[in-house]
């Protein structure tokens, strides 16, 4: 009987151990899915994650990260926006001033020391309202300018352009009139007609260029006190008329105020070198 015991007893422990073994090896089987399962979950973040890393890369060697390069696209945005909301009339100005040396907005009334630029070709683009003899009178009377095959008087043909800048340079042909008075009178009347037909312009009165000091000590009329003279009536005339007066003679003058020796052949008219001397000044000064 205790055999019989012994050996129901051995057969009870052989079973629970044998029972034991099957349940943890079908623990372990139900594990390797589960396990399986992990790999593959990794896999996909693994996969996830490789795209966020490239991402990253990416950013990285832009140089700016996301949130940076947002913010530079708001910005960039912003800029464009505020570029299209500009009123109009912000991007819409006047004319920039000619650069010196380029007078196309410019013209040019004088007489044959004017003249004198226009032969240089020392002023790029003027126009030129010149005449050799022409006075401060005639400018009104006499047909000397071809305006599209017609011939008619300065102040006509120059009333149908428009400039920014006129230049006038009058008075050494009128030196021997006798009344200062009717000179300073039609000199005024020149700048009130320009005025009416040229009201945006600019209008500059120019001294009287000295002559010589051979000339001068020679001649009773065309002399230097004379243009002094005249050049003292010129400038307040300027300055009552609203113009501006330019004292292109000190550009020409040596210490004594006249026009040097060798500057002129005929002491009256200045070679190119002195007519450089003057257009710097006209650069310089307008």
């Given at each position: ?165 006129i230049y006038i340079s009058l008075g050494v042909n ?69 113009a501006t007066y330019l004292a292109v003679n000190t ?36």
């Amino acid at each position: 009987m205790r055999r019989r015991a012994l050996l129901v007893s051995a057969g009870v422990l052989l079973a629970a151990a044998l029972g034991t073994g099957i349940f943890l090896a079908a623990r372990a089987v139900t594990s390797v899915p589960a396990m399986a399962s992990t790999a593959s979950s990794a896999g996909t973040d693994g996969a996830a994650s490789g795209t966020a890393s490239g991402a990253v890369s990416a950013e990285t060697a832009s140089g700016e990260p996301e949130e940076s390069a947002a913010a530079s696209g708001a910005e960039s945005a912003a800029d464009a926006a505020s570029a299209v909301s500009e009123p109009a009339s912000s991007a819409v100005s006047e004319a920039p001033p000619a650069e010196p040396g380029d007078y196309s907005d410019a013209a040019f009334i004088g007489d044959s020391r004017t003249e004198a630029l226009k032969t240089y070709g020392l002023l790029k683009g003027a126009t030129y309202y010149t005449y050799k003899g022409l006075k401060v009178d005639t400018v009104f009377t006499e047909p000397y300018i071809d305006e599209g095959g017609t011939k008619m008087t300065v102040m006509d043909a120059i009333s149908r352009h428009q400039y920014q800048r006129i230049y006038i340079s009058l008075g050494v042909n009128e030196l021997g009139w006798v009344s200062t008075d009717i000179f300073i009178e039609d000199y005024g009347r020149i700048i009130d007609t320009l005025r009416e037909s040229n009201p945006d312009a600019t209008i500059y009165v120019q001294a009287i260029l000295p002559v010589s000091a051979k000339k001068s000590e020679q001649d009773d009329v065309y002399n230097n006190p004379r243009i002094n003279e005249f050049n003292a009536l010129i400038e307040q005339m300027a300055k009552d008329k609203g113009a501006t007066y330019l004292a292109v003679n000190t550009a020409v003058m040596d210490e004594t105020g006249a026009l040097p020796v060798g500057a002129s052949t005929d002491g009256v008219h200045p070679n190119i070198d002195y007519c450089r001397k003057w257009t710097a000044y006209l650069d310089a000064n307008s």
